[in-house]
């Protein structure tokens, strides 16, 4: 059964379309995949994760077996139906890679998800990946992203599950997810502070970052993901080494065609690529920008992209 009564229902965005795959939508496990969290702590923390067949059925998680991310704390206390036990990923920096979930013995069709905030709303997901697999956890496909609005402290939040089809698109202009990969800073070993991102469709067009959610890896830990796209370039969120990756996950499908960087104190990244996901698993580089010799401070870089 779910933990409370009172739940706030939140429709699905946008589903990822393409024709059914799969006319069958049994599946044998679901896992969720967080992009990114509120804005108190870059932490993933949860109390629940639930699924059931039926809107508001009996939660069929518990009965799967565990599959989760490197990184978690008590991953199990989202599963036990204690809404007072919690299961993170406390280990910020690869925050993008902190899925979890369960697969099953008996295929079945599940129609809504359940996830319960912990003690801090802000440590629940602003956007998340739904994930389900058909052999057991070798292959999982994306059914649905999330963009939640903000968590309340011990909240729960129900979310529909569509129709099992998949990811068919292929081309840079089926991406939801942009990102750049800073390969190395300026200065070996330093820092790059991204206070700003853009990904605009043209040359000189309108920024389309909105209605979606920022994500990144390997940041420091006081810093929190919204900077990047608050359009305010006195906020920042800084990288200790390279492979600091900063990107913006869209509601839909969006190409970008010049993408933006402004850099704050510390200065930008020297080498650094622009990447495209359709599916938040595999990157494809669009642009390995020429060696940027030099970045002065608080200063606005922008690419076009081929
Ligand atoms: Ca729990
Ligand atoms: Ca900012």
Redo the contacts with the bound molecule.
Sequence with gaps: MPFVAAISSVAAMDNFDGVVANAVGEINGLRFWSIATGTTSASLI???FEASVTPGGADMMPAGTLVNSVGWTNPE???????????GRLTQPDLAIGWIGRTFATPRTLAEIRL?SGSSGGNAPIAFIVHATKDGGTTWFPIQIYFPSAWAANETKTFSVPAIRAVTGTARADARFWRWSVVAPLVSGSLARLAEIEMRATIGGPDQCSGGAAFASSFDGGDNIPRLTDNNLTTNLQGTSANLRAGYAFPAKTNVGQAMIHASTFGGPRFLTLDWSVDFFTWTTALSPPDQVTWPDNTTRLFTVP
Excluded: K, Q
């Design positions: 949860m109390s629940a206390n989202l599963f036990d139906g204690n809404p007072g036990t919690e299961g319960r």
